[in-house]
């Protein structure tokens, strides 16, 4: 061995970017949060509280509530309908005589179980098929992306609603009520992770990297599995969380148009606003703003939260920290030694960062 | 140039540059100090990350916001009328100076035209940014500087597209878009670097021409010291982010001062150092050894690529017949697009074979089924060209060359093949704890290193090599180059080596295969091909690669002259 190639070797082959940060550092949401700053930063973490406010909510629901949600009356009596808040009913009750709070509070559960579900399902099967329409190619993939193309140029309400009939008639329990509502979303989501998953499955198919596992002889199932699937799904924490917000409205709206659940199975804020539509006009303001303010809080928490990561995810979006040294004292650093000025530069940078 | 010649039209003063990145800021640039004297062409050579891109596009302000830039720049215009500091200058006039005082050249001339305006156009509208010029009079002024350049037809060529001239000529249009305003200096970022060698000696001759005929002094970023010698006037060595030498090109090359500089000179491989050794390798031999089965052999090979709707179809490889025997390394040289890795690709399963017959380890790959073809592969293995691109970006570096020993059953997992997989990059020289970084973490030349290891996880006899080192710097190339050398002669596998550099293929190769046009042109140890070359095509290929030797390179600039007349 030339000891001179060695010595150029080592100069020349420092790794080229600083290692990753591993352990809990590295865990998606955590990583981009130390990663952000300014603004960028202020939205995540607004969006990260008001998620996290939801889904401990959703959790804690039968220790948070008051009464259950299809309470009517505690063993002094009915609650009765339209009370005004007070201290027995802090949002006050509905016209239906159902406390307001807890309704809004055992809400988060049905939008919590509602999402999972969803978002579960679609996510399965849109990468599924989004994997084998990618890698193979050919008749199957045209089909499907036709389909897709299809279910996209309908209105996602109206498929949600007509699934809904199809599913369970005019049955409407929790289980019935949730599923309909998370299939038909389902049926609305899948094309967007099909293409999505697709897309980076094609691109991936060209990379160099699958082309030498093909040449090694590996099966496509082995490829797909292994060096395909995970590079093509890193981007699906982003559109999920957009994803779920847009269920919450789904479900919202197929509440709010009737096809939702009854308020005996569960609690859900579509059908108390419907409900509530009569109060408005006479003054009954209660009945409407809080399960309103809770859709509007949870999909706003979710929405910053997915386009944080949105941008956060793409280099030119991100906002950086940079050093306290800015451009415009370079003028009148220029005419200092030159050595003199590059060192105290290195020095601050150096400190900032610490 | 009616000024007086010492001049400078640039003078950078203890230029720092530092980008906010993810990882904090990094500093690329150092304290450099840089003169350009109007009519010289000044060479920025070093590798890459040495900051040589940074300084040259410094100097047109051409930095991005994340760029943090001190020191001065000087710029002065080409009649000396006026001096500007470029790191001071506002975004309007930075607008102002740039393309009437210093110009730009880029690397990549398809994406540095616009596709949707003709090229014409494009010229002009540099022109009618800096004022005074009617449209009628900017085009004549296009049509006169794409003359200048050397278009042919340039009244009729101006009205066409970028798509409808080739690499070449698209360069030769980027330089007459930099050249329009007269400019007092152009920087010219590694202009030839995406041509072919046949391609790049022209544009070098424009280059010069610009210099002689235009006076415009030239910053010119390479890393080609072939580049150097056939352009420069004077040269500075960068590294690490600081200039460790400058110096004019004869005294560089003849005694360099600096010891990076002198390793740099070193790892340049050169036409005719592989001699020597591939007479003794062939001598070595043993008897009967021309008899033995080739591991490969091709009789009028054929690979069509068909074409899209009413395209006709590609033919990329037009009849090539050639073999490679066991323990031999064949050498296949050609500019981009005569099929050399298609022929790679198809040897290696990955590219249909549609005529003529094709014998891999004794299987027809014309027509082959994938599941025939499986058990051969195990004896196959393949080294990328881009090391970037080439391991999953989510499994260890171990993981990854462990991947065949687990695809043909020799381990359950990637963790019981762990011993092995140390061997290995033990074999390639990589210490065994980079087995548990990711793919990120490895410079280039060590994820090629990486690479090695897994094409020869399997000890196959028969290994492709497309292109391995064009992505690399010339010292890393000379170190991965030895070590394949080394691997070679270790486990004596055949092997097909894909380049376009003849040097490259030269120091490696026991016969040369000259490719062009999907033909096979000239075949022959590297003493017939290199020594006494026959076809055309290869003389002018010859002749076009530029040496690293100033001397030597002119000598050889008139030899191309002569060839090209």
Redesign the interface.
Known sequence: ??T??????T??????????PRGWRGLPVVRQLR?SVGLQRGMLVAGLVLTGIFLLTAIFAPLLAPYEYNQLRDPSGPFGAQQEPSSAHWLGTTVGGYDVFSRVIWGTRTALLVIVAAVLMSIVIGVLLGLVAGYFGGWLDRVLVVVADAIYAFPSLLLAIVVGIVLNGGESSLRGGIMAAAISITVVFVPQYLRVVRAETVRIKA???V?????????HW?IMS??VF??ATRTLPLILTLNASEAILTLAGLGFLGFGIEPTAAAEWGYDLQKSLSDVTSGIWWTSLFPGLAIVLVVLGLTLVGESLNDLADPRL?T????P???AD??E??VM???Y??DT??VD?KG??L | MTTTPARDVVDI??L?V?F??????V?AV??V?LAVTAGEVLAIVG?S?SGKTVTARSILGLLPE?A?????IMLTSKDGGSTS?V??LSRRDLGQVRGRDAAMVFQEPSTALNPVFPVGWQIAEGLRAHGGLSKKEARAKAVDVLRRVGIPDPEVRVDHYPHQFSGGQKQRIVIAQALALDPGVIIADEPTTALDVTVQAEILDLLRRCRDEFGAAIVLITHNMGVVADLADRVAVM??GRIVEQADVRTLFSAPQDE?TR??L??VPRLGEGRARTAERAAARPAGWAAATPVVEARDLRIVYPGRLRQPDFVAVKGVSFSIRPGEVLGLVGESGSGKTTIGRAI???TKVTGGSLQVHGVEMNGVKERRF?PV??R?G?V???PA???????TIAD?VA??LV??GRAKNPHEARGRVDELLEAVQLPKSFGDR?P???????RQRASLA?AIALDPELLIADEPTSAL?V??Q??VL?LFDELQRELGFACLFISHDLAVVDLLADRIAVLYKGELVEEGTGEQVLGAPQHPYTQRLLASLPVPDPDAQALRRTEWNRLRS
């Open positions: 061995m030339a001179a190639a060695s010595t150029v070797e100069a020349a082959d420092v790794p080229a970017a600083g290692r990753r990663q990379e160099a990297y082309e030498s596992a093909r040449v090694i002889g590996a099966s082995r292994r060096h995970r590079n991100r950086r920290r940079r050093g040294a800015t451009p370079v003028a650093t220029s030694p030159g050595a000025a590059a530069l290195y940078q900032s960062e | 003063e203890n720092s530092t906010a990145t993810d990882a904090g800021d500093a150092q304290d100090s590798e990350g994340t943090l830039t001190r020191g001065a500091d790191v001071t590294y690490q990076y390793q740099l070193g790892s290696a399963g990955l499986r592969r195990e196959i393949f990328f060209q881009d691109s080439s391991f999953n970006p989510l499994l990854a991947e065949p695809v043909h990711f990120h973490e490895l410079s280039g030349g060590q897994r710097d010292s890393v000379k170190r030895e």
